[in-house]
């Protein structure tokens, strides 16, 4: 067992990411190298369950698949289990606080590796940390996104009914 934890700032508002980083299958297209595919297989109430096919280009030569469990503990928090793959039984919880200018992430990883991927541990940590936080950078560059369309929207011309 290991543990990651790292603290990032991003200027978007929780209320913006939180719609973003629960878009699993647009992880790909974040980061495709590293994810060359995530797929819903199923959603339950308040937990989904992803299949990811992931590549570590400089560690393995070809792509492992792996399933997730993710949901939204609460409006602050966001946990992803590991339920298949080399990491089985890893967690990952996202916490989101307010702060004046955006919002503070602090992400906690405990890492659970097969033996077969125990030897890998320093360059996974590595990995892990590097790829969350390009991750969380890209998530926050299409929220920021998302929000200057509205911004821009004509008048009249709003996808929000702010009457109802």
Do not use: C
């Not at 299958?25 to 190298?33: F, I, Q, R």
């Not at 995530?38 to 492992?64: A, D, M, W």
């Not at 399933?67 to 919880?93: C, F, M, Q, V, Y």
């Not at 602090?106 to 790829?131: C, E, G, M, Q």
């Amino acid at each position: 067992m290991s543990k990651i934890e790292f603290i990032i700032e991003l200027p978007s508002t929780k209320e913006q990411l939180m719609p973003v980083i629960t878009d699993y299958e647009s992880y790909s297209t974040y980061l495709p190298d590293q994810l060359k595919n995530v797929r819903i297989l199923e959603k339950n109430g308040h937990e989904i369950v992803t299949q990811e096919e992931i590549f570590f280009s400089n560690i393995l030569k070809k792509p492992f698949l792996q399933k997730s469990s993710h949901k939204l503990i609460d409006s602050k928090t966001h946990e992803s289990r590991i339920i298949s793959g080399p990491a089985n039984g890893s967690t990952l919880i996202i916490f989101f606080d307010d702060i004046d200018n955006g919002t503070k992430i602090t992400v906690n990883i405990d890492l659970k590796l097969s033996l077969k991927a125990k030897f890998l541990l320093p360059l996974i940590k590595k990995w892990y940390k590097r790829i969350f936080t390009n991750l969380l950078y890209h998530i926050n560059n299409v929220a920021m996104t998302n929000i200057k369309k509205w911004v821009d929207m004509e008048p009249g011309k709003n996808i929000i009914n702010w009457d109802n």
